[in-house]
Each structure stands twice: as structure tokens, then as C-alpha cells.
């Protein structure tokens, strides 16, 4: 079992609808959880970045976190064409001491139709 | 600008014709990391550096070396490149003491004829 699970997708949506994004992982030691965006051609961008459970919100991106049920969540409001994206989610323990502590799902291909 | 800045962007190449692929950062990270993505296997760690001459394996570093000689730059080498290492790399940044993010670069595509 993966560390982390990640539905590949591909998600095509219409323009202005309401995205969610998931990931499940299996490590109850994961404190620290983010969301890359990733462009064609480009690297990784950090989108949002939280802290244990509970919500975070930024403009028209909002991050949950379940730790009970070991499960995160990205929602896009008003999504736009520009958000069309590969997106990735990361989580890491407490305490990143080096090594191989941070864990990435293997990221959602969303296409946002104008 | 902050940013993790990997050379060449693209790269068409032999088996067994060494290569180095370089990462440098501007942002006095301590820690530095390489990655190969892949479809439907996501992001793979190959190496990682703690600091200056301090590096360790990650979950794939058969047929890779790297070394540390500088804080800024971190070089990824394939000494005898194969056609199962066709893949796009990323380098990637954070502080060490840390529990920031890291910053990737643009990624390398490399492929392995």
C-alpha cells in the first residue's frame, strides 16, 4: 500500500464549477500536509500549506485536513481556465530532520473548459 | 528571486554517455534534494543533501551519483545512462531546520536512446 493515494483523474470541469481535490494516506505520524500546483513544462509550485486538521483558506483555494479519517481535500471555487493544472498533494511527519520525509501522491490532471 | 535553477532544461542522449545534470539555489538552503517523476508513480526521491558534503540515498538512487561540494549547487550525475532513466528530474530546496516547503526548479527531461 502507498504511502499516500492520489486519484490520477483526468478531471474536466466547466469554468466557474467547484473543484475538489483528494488525497488518503496511511501514516498517522503525517502532520505537516501541502498542495503543488504543476504546470506543463514546469516545477512543482506550492499552493497551500497547513498545519494538522482543520481548515485553511486563500482567496478561491481552501485546504481540509481529517486526520481521524487520514484524508485531505483541495477545493476550487469559480475555477478558471489558468487553474487547469496537474495537482499534487505532499504531507511530511513533525519533524523533518532530513531523509526521505516528505510524500507525494502521484498528482490530479484537472482541465478547467472555458 | 528566489529560485532553484536546473541545467539543461532538455536533453536527448546515448546509453552510457555520462551526464551531469546541475541544480544550484539561491535561497542559502541547507537541505537539497533530487526527483524523477514518472507517470502513475508521482515524485521519487533519488538523493538528498543535508549540507556541504553531507548527501544520502532516497527511495531510487541506483545508476545516479550526486555530490555536495557547495552550499548553492547540488549536480545530479549519470555515469552510464540508461533508457529506464528516460524521466523528467526536479531539484528541489528548503531550509533544513525547517519544516518550510521546498522549492523545486523547472525540471530536466531527459532521454536515454
Known amino acids: 500500500q502507498k504511502e499516500v493515494e492520489q486519484d490520477p483523474g483526468p478531471l474536466s470541469v466547466p469554468e466557474g464549477a467547484i473543484v475538489s481535490l483528494n488525497c488518503t494516506y496511511s501514516n498517522s505520524a503525517f502532520q505537516y500536509f501541502m498542495w503543488y500546483r504543476q504546470y506543463s513544462r514546469k516545477g512543482p509550485e506550492l499552493l497551500m500549506y497547513?498545519?494538522?486538521?482543520g481548515n485553511k483558506e486563500d482567496g478561491r483555494f481552501t485546504a481540509q485536513v481529517d486526520k481521524s479519517s487520514k484524508y485531505i481535500s483541495l477545493f476550487i471555487r469559480d475555477s478558471q481556465p489558468s487553474d487547469s493544472a496537474t495537482y499534487l498533494c505532499a504531507m511530511s511527519p513533525l519533524i523533518q530532520t532530513g531523509a526521505n520525509n516528505l510524500f507525494f501522491g502521484t498528482g490530479t490532471r484537472l482541465t478547467v473548459i472555458p | 528571486e528566489a529560485q532553484v535553477t536546473q541545467n539543461p532544461r532538455y536533453l536527448i542522449t546515448v546509453t552510457g554517455k555520462k551526464l551531469t545534470v546541475t541544480c544550484s539555489q539561491n535561497m542559502n538552503h541547507e537541505y537539497m534534494s533530487w526527483y524523477r517523476q514518472d507517470p502513475g508513480l508521482g515524485l521519487r526521491q533519488i538523493y538528498y543533501s543535508m549540507n556541504v558534503e553531507v548527501t544520502d540515498k532516497g527511495d531510487v538512487p541506483e545508476g545516479y551519483k550526486v555530490s555536495r561540494k557547495e552550499k548553492r549547487n547540488f549536480p545530479l550525475i549519470l555515469e552510464s545512462p540508461s533508457p529506464n532513466q528516460t524521466s523528467l528530474y526536479f531539484c528541489?530546496?528548503?531550509?533544513?531546520?525547517?519544516?518550510?516547503?521546498?522549492?523545486f526548479g523547472d525540471g530536466t527531461r531527459l532521454s536515454i536512446l
Open positions: 497547513t498545519y494538522s486538521s
Open positions: 528541489a530546496s528548503r531550509p533544513f531546520y525547517s519544516n518550510q516547503p521546498q522549492h
